[in-house]
Each structure stands twice: as structure tokens, then as C-alpha cells.
């Protein structure tokens, strides 16, 4: 099967292209390249929308130093970044280790990061907000757009950890709500961390 076949296979909520990827050790590399590509292209799409929205509110009401402001959201775009692709590794190592010390599932790591690296293609679509670029007022659409594929990418991942688990659904989405549990925490205190770096940096 084709990278591009899984790849729709993903869009399209296909548990056979979870079931093909999870005994395929060679996916593996790549798997982590849709993590870090889906991570590069949201941070990019995200610092040209800051600069956007800067340009058209901080420059243009005298409100600060839009250079400033910009290299101040650059750092926080490369630290989200690495955050975001640590974050990843976190919740693909939690759904292992909930799956086999609760459920005793026979699962390893890479089976969890190759299925979930896969149904990750579903963040991409948070390059929309680079749309911010011709107008501000993009904004609410690409907000809109990005809550659904927020919605669908989390029904992709849940057939993606059912399959690398092999779990029955109940057990499955007790798995995943702990690991998510644990992710939001994780998340929540590097993210602030960020912010914080971020808003430091940019009153230089």
C-alpha cells in the first residue's frame, strides 16, 4: 500500500490502513515525518498569521514595535514545535503503557507511534489559518474549519489507538482519555512556560 493510499485511507477513517501500518516497522520513519511535517507547517502557517493580525492592529494603531512582536512569536512558533512533537511521543508512550498495565495488551511504542503518527495527516488542515495572511477576517472561518477537523482528527486517532491496541472500544477510550488526561497537564505547563518566554521576549 502506497504512503498516499494510507494517507487518504486516513481521511477517509479506513481501520484497514491502521491494521497494514501497525506490522509495517518500516513506516516508522515516517510516521514521525507527518508528526514533524504536520508540526512545521501549523507553526509556519501560524507565525504568518501573527504577523498579519501584528501588521494590521500593533503597527497600524501605534501599539508597540511589530518587529518585536514578530521575533517574539517566532520563538514561541519553534518552541511550540518541539513541544508539540515531544507532546506526541508522551501520549503515543502513555497509550502503551495504560494498554499493556491495564488491559494487558501485547502493543510496543512504534506500533502506537506508526498508527497515530498516520492518523495525525488530519492536523494539516490547521494550515488554513495561514488564510489570516489576506485578511484578519479569515480568521472565523479557519476557526470554524479547524474545530471540525479538530473533531474529526480525534475520531481518526481513537480508530488509530483501537487498532494499535487491540482493545474492544470500551477499554479503548478509557486508554485515551487517561492519556489525554496526561497530555493537557503536560501540555498545559510547557504551553504556559511558552507564553510566558513568549510575552518576556517580545517586551525586550
Avoid at 50 to 76: H, K, Q, R
Avoid at 120 to 134: D, P
Avoid at 158 to 172: R, Y
Amino acid at each position: 500500500m502506497s504512503l498516499m493510499d494510507r494517507i487518504m485511507g486516513a481521511f477517509t477513517f479506513k481501520r484497514e490502513v491502521y491494521a497494514d501500518v501497525k506490522k509495517d516497522t518500516s513506516f516508522t520513519p515516517t510516521a514521525w515525518g507527518i508528526v514533524i511535517v504536520v508540526q512545521v507547517v501549523n507553526q509556519l502557517a501560524g507565525y504568518l498569521a501573527a504577523g498579519a493580525i501584528a501588521a494590521a492592529t500593533v503597527g497600524a494603531l501605534g501599539l508597540g514595535n511589530v518587529g518585536s512582536a514578530m521575533s517574539a512569536s517566532l520563538v514561541g512558533s519553534l518552541l511550540s514545535m518541539v513541544i508539540g512533537v515531544a507532546a506526541f511521543a508522551a501520549a503515543a508512550y502513555v497509550i502503551m503503557f495504560v494498554a499493556k498495565s491495564m488491559f494487558q495488551a501485547t502493543v510496543t511504542f512504534d506500533e502506537v507511534v506508526r498508527t497515530v503518527g498516520l492518523a495525525n495527516v488530519w492536523g494539516i488542515v490547521g494550515v488554513l489559518t495561514i488564510l489570516a495572511v489576506i485578511s484578519p477576517v479569515f480568521l472565523c472561518l479557519t476557526g470554524i474549519v479547524g474545530l471540525a477537523a479538530a473533531i474529526l482528527s480525534a475520531v481518526a486517532s481513537a480508530i488509530a489507538v483501537k487498532e494499535a491496541v487491540g482493545l474492544d472500544w470500551t477499554q479503548t477510550i478509557i486508554t485515551i482519555v487517561i492519556a489525554w488526561v496526561v497530555l493537557f497537564v503536560v501540555t498545559a505547563v510547557l504551553g504556559t512556560l511558552v507564553a510566558g518566554f513568549t510575552f518576556a521576549a517580545s517586551g525586550l
